[in-house]
Nanobody
Framework: QVQLVESGGGLVQPGDPLKVSCTAS??????????MGWFRQAPGKEREFVAA????????YYGDSVQSRFTIARDKAKNIVFLQMNSLKPEDTAVYYC????????????????????WGQGTLVTVSS
C-alpha cells in the first residue's frame, strides 16, 4: 500500500517562499512512470490542481494559477516530491495534498484528481500578513 506523508506547511507572509515535501513509501518497483501531484483546497472551495510530475520521465504539469511561481521536483533516490512555492499570495492559502497515481496516465489526465489513487493527509499553508 502506497503511503504519502506531507511536511513543510506553515504560516508565511505575502511574497515569501515556502517549500513543502511529500515522502512516499510502499511503491512497487514495477510501477512505470506514475505521477505524483499536488492539489490544494481552500475553505469553502473545491480541490484544485497545483502541479504534477511523472516519476521516471520528469515531465511536469502546472495549474494556471501557479504557473511560473511554483516548481515541482522529485528526488528519486529518497522517494520525495517537493513543491517550491515562490511569491506566495493570500489566495494560495489552503491545505496542500500530495497524491499519486497507480500507474501512468495520459498527459491530459494529470489535472484530474479522480486519476489519483493515493493521497496524503495534507499540510496547511497560510499566507497572511
Amino acid at each position: 500500500q502506497v503511503q504519502l506523508v506531507e511536511s513543510g506547511g506553515g504560516l508565511v507572509q505575502p511574497g515569501d517562499p515556502l517549500k513543502v515535501s511529500c515522502t512516499a513509501s510502499g511503491r512497487s518497483s514495477g510501477d512505470w512512470d506514475y505521477a505524483m501531484g499536488w492539489f490544494r483546497q481552500a475553505p469553502g472551495k473545491e480541490r484544485e490542481f497545483v502541479a504534477a510530475i511523472r516519476w521516471n520521465s520528469g515531465s511536469t504539469y502546472y495549474g494556471d494559477s501557479v504557473q511560473s511561481r511554483f516548481t515541482i521536483a522529485r528526488d528519486k533516490a529518497k522517494n520525495i516530491v517537493f513543491l517550491q512555492m515562490n511569491s506566495l499570495k493570500p489566495e494560495d492559502t489552503a491545505v496542500y495534498y500530495c497524491a499519486a497515481t497507480a500507474g501512468q496516465v495520459a498527459n491530459s489526465a494529470h489535472y484530474n484528481a479522480n486519476m489519483y489513487s493515493y493521497w496524503g493527509q495534507g499540510t496547511l499553508v497560510t499566507v497572511s500578513s
